[in-house]
């Protein structure tokens, strides 16, 4: 059985300023781990996945996540937010054993001027 | 661009009134995927296909069936809508996972009312 806790519901930061989402799994087998960004009345876009190579993984529009075996977690980084990183984020999590995602609760991001 | 499907964007349907939403995908994957989002929640998968191999998650109401007649198409039915189905519906898609995780991919997603 997997799991995914999103430690923050809400995050809100300032344009210009870093951008920490937090993310901690569970999992019984040798995860992958993935962050989807979801704007307004859309779908999910990938925005990086770590699968069991480079545990820092860098992702679209100066995302980044490193995977911490030692504390599960798998936190997205970006050092400079844009007024367009405002949406939810969720981060997912799948087995070795096929492709279903068990997503965490989602973090709503909200970015000030 | 390859990709990810769905109509229509929106959907009002009368209480009880059978409704069906469909997806497509140009990516040539084997596996689909529909997931229901309720505000302000993560999407909860309701069903897979490998292929024509159909995987009902336990949870998922029998209101709710799909059907996918190629490769290309998905359709989601729901039988008998009730409020609590108003909903954004996901499709989405991946390469075969049986192995190792691929990254899905999602479509627009169709929201759906239920008056």
């Known amino acids: 059985a997997q799991s995914v806790t999103q430690l923050d519901s809400h995050v809100s930061v300032s344009e210009g300023t870093p951008v920490l989402l937090r993310c901690n799994y569970s999992?019984?087998?040798?995860?992958?781990l993935f962050w989807y960004v979801q704007h307004p009345n859309k779908g999910l876009q990938l925005l990086l996945k770590?699968?069991?190579?480079?545990?820092l993984v860098k992702g679209i529009n100066g995302f980044e996540a490193e995977f911490k075996k030692s504390e599960t977690s798998f936190h997205l980084t970006k050092p400079s937010a844009h007024m367009s990183d405002a949406a939810e984020y969720f981060c997912?999590?799948?087995?070795?054993?096929?492709?279903?995602?068990?997503f965490g609760g989602g973090t709503r991001v909200l970015v000030k001027p | 661009d390859a990709m990810v499907i769905q109509n229509p964007r929106y959907q009002v349907t009368q209480f009880g009134k059978p409704v069906t939403l469909s997806c497509s995908q140009t990516?040539?994957?084997?596996?689909m995927y529909w997931y229901q989002q309720k505000s302000s929640q993560a999407p909860k998968l309701l069903f897979h296909?490998?292929?024509?191999?159909?995987?009902n998650e336990a949870d998922t109401p029998d209101n709710f069936q799909s059907r996918r007649p190629n490769t290309s198409f998905c359709f989601l039915d729901i039988r008998s809508p009730g409020l609590g189905d108003a909903a954004m519906y996901l499709c989405?898609?991946?390469?075969?996972?049986?192995?190792?995780?691929?990254?899905?991919?999602f479509g627009p997603g169709t929201r759906l009312t239920v008056t």
């Open positions: 770590y699968t069991s190579a480079a545990t």
């Open positions: 999992s019984s087998y040798s995860p992958s």
């Open positions: 989405a898609t991946s390469r075969d996972g049986r192995g190792r995780a691929y990254e899905q991919y």
């Open positions: 997912a999590v799948t087995g070795a054993a096929g492709n279903k995602l068990t």
């Open positions: 296909y490998y292929d024509k191999d159909f995987n």
């Open positions: 990516l040539n994957h084997n596996v």
